[in-house]
Every structure is written in structure tokens, then in C-alpha cells.
């Protein structure tokens, strides 16, 4: 079994989109571990997406994500990255599939709804990162 975290962002909050997200979550099979509503600070938001900080974008990104509460969760079960990450769809929702939460939810990149982590190296860092007292 595997974990990762799964982020409801600031837009499916604020769109009320928190308990469609859990719901998919849930029905998937998977099975939530940890569960926080936050408002993320500039530091954290900026580790986060540590990736990204050479992209044009990530100004606009730190922006998005510290603009309103969010629902950050650790989500376990058998291949748990790549199952969360096949519900949530592809980055752009305009391309995502229908079916997936962008796919049926979203229409622009930035504002995609839900986050993934995409590697078992990216999930503990970012486990690590919201949830310390999980280890
Ligand atoms: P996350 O699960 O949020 O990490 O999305 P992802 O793994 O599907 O995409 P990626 O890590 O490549 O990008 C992180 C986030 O940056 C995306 O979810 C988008 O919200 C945002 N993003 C990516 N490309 C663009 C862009 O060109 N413009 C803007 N404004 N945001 C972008
Ligand atoms: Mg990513």
C-alpha cells in the first residue's frame, strides 16, 4: 500500500467542490489517513511547488494557492499516486478527460481544482511538508 497527498485548492473550495472530491476518493476504494482544512502560508506554499519556482507562472501560482482555504489529505491504498492522479485527470482541464474531476469541473490550467502527488518521492516530501506529525 502507498500514500500520497491530494489537495482540494483554493478554487474547489471556494466552488464547494470538497465533498465531490472525497466522494470520488472514497468510491475509488482508497482510504483517508489525514485530513486538514488550511490556509497556507507564502513559505509553504513556495516549498510546495518548489519544482516550479523557475517557471513564469509561479508567481501566479503562490498567488492562487495562499488565496483562500484549502483542503489538504493523505490518501492511502494500493497504488495510491497514480490511482488519485488517474481521478483527477490531466493538468489542463480543457484536455482532461470527462469522467475525471478536471475533466467534469474545470476549464482553466491554473485553476485545475484538485493537486496529486506524482512520484512516491514527491508524496513523502509533501506528506512530510503538511502532515510532520505523520512522519
Ligand atoms: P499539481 O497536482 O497541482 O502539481 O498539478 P500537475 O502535477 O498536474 O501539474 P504541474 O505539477 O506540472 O503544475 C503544477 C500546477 O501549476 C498545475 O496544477 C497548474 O495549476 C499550474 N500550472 C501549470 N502550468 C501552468 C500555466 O501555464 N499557467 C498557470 N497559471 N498555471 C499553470
Ligand atoms: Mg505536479
Redesign the pocket.
Known amino acids: 500500500s502507498e500514500r500520497t497527498l491530494v ?1 482540494v ?1 483554493p478554487d474547489g473550495v471556494r466552488r464547494g467542490l470538497v465533498g465531490e472530491v472525497i466522494s470520488r476518493i472514497e468510491r475509488k476504494g482508497l482510504t483517508l489517513v489525514a485530513m486538514e482544512l488550511r490556509t497556507l502560508t507564502r513559505e509553504t506554499a513556495e516549498s510546495h ?1 518548489e ?2 519556482a523557475s ?3 509561479f508567481g ?2 503562490v498567488e ?1 494557492i495562499t488565496g483562500g482555504p484549502l483542503v489538504a489529505m493523505v490518501v492511502e491504498g494500493p497504488r495510491a499516486i497514480e490511482a488519485f ?1 488517474s481521478l ?1 485527470g ?3 482541464p480543457v484536455s482532461a478527460a470527462p469522467g475525471t474531476i478536471r475533466g467534469d469541473f474545470g476549464l ?5 481544482i ?5 512520484s512516491t518521492y514527491s508524496a513523502d516530501r509533501e506528506i512530510k511538508l503538511f502532515f510532520p506529525e505523520l512522519g
Open positions: 489537495l485548492k511547488y519544482e516550479h517557471k513564469p507562472f501566479e501560482l492562487f492522479r483527477a490531466s493538468t489542463d482553466q490550467i491554473g485553476e485545475n484538485v493537486h496529486g502527488s506524482d
